[in-house]
């Protein structure tokens, strides 16, 4: 096994990120990963998404 396979990283803090759309939440999403690809959000961290009156909330692990 090499170094890199060895080292995991649990996460353990909730966040949110909100936006007015599923599209748009998608491309946060993609955005966030892009710009800090060695903290991404990946579909396992996803722990719920919301919809309040007109805005998506998508709760996540960090």
């Given at each position: 096994?090499?170094k890199?396979?060895?080292?995991?990283?649990?996460?353990?803090?909730?966040?949110?990120?909100?936006?007015?759309?599923?599209?748009?939440?998608?491309?946060?999403?993609?955005?966030?990963?892009?710009?800090?690809?060695e903290?991404?959000?990946?579909?396992?961290?996803?722990?719920?998404?919301?919809?309040?009156?007109?805005?998506?909330?998508?709760?996540?692990?960090r």
């Amino acid at each position: 096994m090499s170094k890199k396979e060895n080292q995991t990283v649990q996460k353990t803090r909730i966040d949110y990120m909100q936006a007015t759309s599923l599209r748009e939440l998608l491309d946060n999403v993609n955005t966030h990963n892009k710009e800090y690809p060695e903290n991404a959000i990946l579909k396992e961290d996803i722990v719920r998404i919301l919809k309040e009156e007109g805005t998506f909330i998508m709760l996540y692990y960090r």
